[in-house]
RNA sequence: GGCGGGGUAGCUCAGCUGGUAGAGCAGUGGAAUCAUAAUCCAUGGGUCGCAGGUUCGAGUCCUGCCCUCGCUACCA
């Protein structure tokens, strides 16, 4: 029987920006629970890509001499290569200017446009939209919001200068879907928007007055044409948004992908793009008749040694830079283990070697290099066959069983990916007080056949570990797989449990240490 | 200003529906020596932001205050 689809995404980046840590968090996140739901039988659909219209767009294109789809290439570019970098297990990879996108919109355009609100009312409508426009920040502002500058003249709250203009503008009738909207979201803890203090902000949010949307402009070019105006393209959110439809097949609805993908089960975003996904998205989608995502998670930001991170400061963190340096692996550990996900979080040096050694070399990479170490040299290094188990023996083994149950509902519920680390160092660290309590090195000498049966259960907790923690460090776990003899057709969780353990007298290559300690520079300070 | 959160051991934080405070890290003292000088054991008397109140009894409920963070619409 196969187990229920699961799609989830991450926001997709705007070409604007260059990669950083912030799209590196939030696609690593996206990336352990879709390898997670894979290895757990489940099918999966993990999409990424890249958001590549506006006036922004535009005008660096315009500005660095190049046709903007060049542009957008090479800049779209940088972002594959992040995927590769960080090792993220995307199943496709949507791009906005792609045909199959600008159709899937101008057809979901359509739709809503076709329908009516729950007012009765048509739900797109015609007006001119007049504002405070910044065309540095592509937004317009409220007179409230304008700063004053020093002789008096209006700024933008970033400070970028802004002039009033008026243009005629498609309106989507966000108001009529009010009540909609809020059942939708339904009560605290529903899970429709998480983490719950997110749910509660959205709630009250919608709860006030809702303005309906401009949702096209004319003043720019670089966009998707409005289906019958072309002197309209889509407001770049309504574009960008619907790249989530698109990559499900839409507006094929009777394709397998469709009907297999559609709803997301979760939208991974930043905090701070929550609310165009909380409540303009379903917005829309309710308008055009389609189903909505099931989720949608808003996690935090990070600084960089207790400094909010800015191009300006010069402290923006390369993932490049961060891998190079610290190992991939250790970093997608770091990341996901610092800090209670939804909260933000502080990514420094001295924290990041920490968790290396303390965590990673010392707790796992050596429980696992003790072991194996001691099967190579004293069981022909061959996998040990156990006698008869012992109390503790069964109490490890049951913490392993029992593991990815744990495990499970704190990635794929709660999305609590610290917490899901941390049920796996409970057991990381049982197994270190098994192996010194029972001193497997001095039952070599006095009891042969209860070291094996030690070594044997020590490993079999290790294959649990490894097995679990494959999501959050791929090619690490790999490796200590392959020193446990654990056959490649045999890490997926339908292979935990007592039935998957390595065949007794199984060689085993010689053990090499998988996380080494970080030593730093001498002349770090 | 309005609405949500928070303020607990040096640090980061847990503490369902009230009953004399916990974990990890750091520190200290032991043990062990298989292992990446890694591991294991023991050790945490902290006004639980402040002041009142309810209660036999309150980090755990109520009131007020202080501090702090987030949201308060069309920037990805």
């Given at each position: 029987?196969?187990?229920?689809?699961?799609?989830?995404?991450?926001?997709?980046?705007?070409?604007?920006?260059?990669?950083?840590?912030?799209?590196?968090?939030?696609?690593?996140?996206?990336?352990?629970?879709?390898?997670?739901?894979?290895?757990?039988?489940?099918?999966?659909?993990?999409?990424?890509?890249?958001?590549?219209?506006?006036?922004?767009?535009?005008?660096?294109?315009?500005?660095?001499?190049?046709?903007?789809?060049?542009?957008?290439?090479?800049?779209?570019?940088?972002?594959?290569?992040?995927?590769?970098?960080?090792?993220?297990?995307?199943?496709?990879?949507?791009?906005?200017?792609?045909?199959?996108?600008?159709?899937?919109?101008?057809?979901?355009?359509?739709?809503?446009?076709?329908?009516?609100?729950?007012?009765?009312?048509?739900?797109?409508?015609?007006?001119?939209?007049?504002?405070?426009?910044?065309?540095?920040?592509?937004?317009?502002?409220?007179?409230?919001?304008?700063?004053?500058?020093?002789?008096?003249?209006?700024?933008?709250?970033?400070?970028?200068?802004?002039?009033?203009?008026?243009?005629?503008?498609?309106?989507?009738?966000?108001?009529?879907?009010?009540?909609?909207?809020?059942?939708?979201?339904?009560?605290?803890?529903?899970?429709?928007?998480?983490?719950?203090?997110?749910?509660?902000?959205?709630?009250?949010?919608?709860?006030?007055?809702?303005?309906?949307?401009?949702?096209?402009?004319?003043?720019?070019?670089?966009?998707?044409?409005?289906?019958?105006?072309?002197?309209?393209?889509?407001?770049?959110?309504?574009?960008?948004?619907?790249?989530?439809?698109?990559?499900?097949?839409?507006?094929?609805?009777?394709?397998?992908?469709?009907?297999?993908?559609?709803?997301?089960?979760?939208?991974?975003?930043?905090?701070?793009?929550?609310?165009?996904?909380?409540?303009?998205?379903?917005?829309?989608?309710?308008?055009?008749?389609?189903?909505?995502?099931?989720?949608?998670?808003?996690?935090?930001?990070?600084?960089?040694?207790?400094?909010?991170?800015?191009?300006?400061?010069?402290?923006?963190?390369?993932?490049?830079?961060?891998?190079?340096?610290?190992g991939l692996d250790q970093?997608r550990y770091?990341?996901?283990?610092?800090?209670?996900?939804?909260?933000?979080?502080?990514?420094?040096?001295?924290?990041?070697?920490?968790?290396?050694?303390?965590?990673l070399?010392?707790?796992f990479g050596?429980?696992?290099?003790?072991?194996?170490?001691?099967?190579?040299?004293?069981?022909?290094?061959?996998?040990?066959?156990?006698?008869?188990?012992?109390?503790?023996?069964?109490?490890?083994?049951?913490?392993?069983?029992?593991?990815?149950?744990?495990?499970?509902?704190?990635?794929?519920?709660?999305?609590?990916?610290?917490?899901?680390?941390?049920?796996?160092?409970?057991?990381?660290?049982?197994?270190?007080?098994?192996?010194?309590?029972?001193?497997?090195?001095?039952?070599?000498?006095?009891?042969?056949?209860?070291?094996?049966?030690?070594?044997?259960?020590?490993?079999?907790?290790?294959?649990?570990?490894a097995?679990?923690a494959q999501?959050f460090m791929p090619e690490s776990c790999a490796k200590m797989l392959?020193?446990?003899?654990?056959?490649?057709?045999?890490?997926?969780?339908?292979?935990?449990?007592?039935?998957?353990?390595?065949?007794?007298?199984?060689?085993?290559?010689?053990?090499?240490?998988v996380f080494?300690?970080?030593?730093?520079?001498?002349?770090?300070?």
């Amino acid at each position: 029987m196969r187990k229920s689809a699961y799609y989830v995404t991450t926001p997709i980046y705007y070409v604007n920006d260059s990669p950083h840590i912030g799209h590196a968090y939030t696609s690593l996140a996206c990336d352990v629970l879709a390898r997670f739901q894979r290895l757990d039988g489940h099918s999966v659909l993990f999409l990424t890509g890249t958001d590549e219209h506006g006036q922004k767009v535009e005008k660096s294109a315009a500005a660095a001499g190049w046709p903007p789809k060049e542009f957008v290439d090479e800049v779209s570019g940088r972002f594959r290569q992040l995927s590769e970098l960080m090792n993220y297990s995307n199943d496709d990879f949507i791009r906005t200017t792609e045909a199959r996108h600008i159709r899937s919109c101008q057809e979901l355009w359509r739709r809503i446009a076709a329908n009516q609100s729950p007012q009765g009312r048509d739900n797109i409508y015609l007006d001119t939209y007049g504002g405070w426009y910044s065309v540095r920040d592509e937004a317009f502002y409220g007179e409230a919001e304008l700063i004053k500058d020093a002789d008096g003249g209006r700024l933008a709250p970033s400070g970028a200068p802004v002039e009033w203009v008026e243009e005629p503008s498609y309106f989507f009738r966000l108001g009529d879907w009010r009540q909609r909207l809020l059942d939708y979201y339904g009560a605290p803890g529903s899970g429709t928007v998480m983490p719950e203090s997110r749910h509660n902000e959205v709630v009250s949010f919608v709860e006030g007055e809702l303005f309906d949307l401009s949702i096209s402009r004319t003043s720019f070019s670089w966009g998707i044409p409005v289906p019958g105006d072309d002197a309209h393209i889509m407001y770049v959110w309504l574009d960008a948004l619907t790249n989530y439809v698109t990559a499900a097949g839409f507006p094929d609805e009777e394709s397998e992908t469709y009907k297999t993908f559609w709803p997301a089960d979760l939208h991974m975003v930043g905090k701070d793009i929550l609310r165009f996904h909380a409540v303009y998205w379903p917005a829309f989608l309710m308008a055009a008749g389609l189903a909505l995502p099931k989720r949608v998670f808003a996690h935090g930001w990070w600084t960089n040694e207790g400094e909010k991170i800015s191009k300006s400061l010069g402290n923006v963190i390369e993932p490049a830079d961060i891998v190079e340096r610290y190992g991939l692996d250790q970093v997608r550990y770091f990341l996901l283990r610092e800090v209670p996900f939804g909260n933000d979080g502080d990514f420094s040096h001295r924290a990041m070697v920490g968790r290396i050694n303390s965590e990673l070399a010392n707790d796992f990479g050596n429980l696992a290099q003790r072991v194996l170490s001691m099967i190579n040299k004293n069981c022909a290094a061959r996998m040990p066959q156990a006698a008869e188990l012992s109390e503790a023996d069964k109490e490890l083994l049951d913490a392993a069983h029992g593991l990815s149950g744990r495990v499970r509902g704190e990635i794929t519920e709660n999305h609590a990916f610290h917490e899901a680390l941390n049920e796996i160092w409970v057991v990381v660290r049982m197994a270190n007080g098994y192996v010194a309590g029972q001193e497997p090195w001095a039952l070599k000498k006095t009891d042969p056949e209860r070291m094996a049966t030690v070594l044997y259960v020590a490993a079999e907790a290790i294959r649990h570990l490894a097995i679990l923690a494959q999501p959050f460090m791929p090619e690490s776990c790999a490796k200590m797989l392959d020193q446990l003899g654990v056959p490649a057709d045999g890490r997926d969780f339908s292979c935990l449990g007592p039935e998957g353990a390595v065949k007794p007298a199984t060689e085993l290559p010689p053990p090499e240490p998988v996380f080494p300690r970080f030593v730093d520079d001498a002349a770090e300070d």
